[in-house]
């Protein structure tokens, strides 16, 4: 007989995550494993760039790969491309190293 796959009880037992990724969502109001999967990854994303300090690509790969069961490193692989575009739609995109101001020498 197969066994049903159960949805974690909590947002640390989510694939990458753990502690410090529910804490730091808990800071924008997602506390629960339901909400968090039904959610657009992408808002959940501006969101956090908004209200957590050091927001970066990571972790839009890692929210992305806890909403798809992937390791967050398989989605920056697979994914970067399309994450990149949406961002950029998006006004999020990062600063290409070209428009980043030159290191005084």
Known sequence: MATAKKKPPRLRDL?????????????????????????DGFELYAA??????GTGLNSIYAILGAQQDVHWQEIARTQKYEILLRLD???????KASKKKPAKE
């Open 15 to 39: 694939k990458g995550f753990g502690p410090k990724s529910e804490e730091i969502l808990a800071r924008v109001d997602m506390h629960s494993v339901e909400q968090f999967l039904s959610c």
């Open 48 to 53: 956090l760039k908004k209200t957590v300090k």
């Open 89 to 95: 739609d998006m006004g999020l995109a990062p600063e």
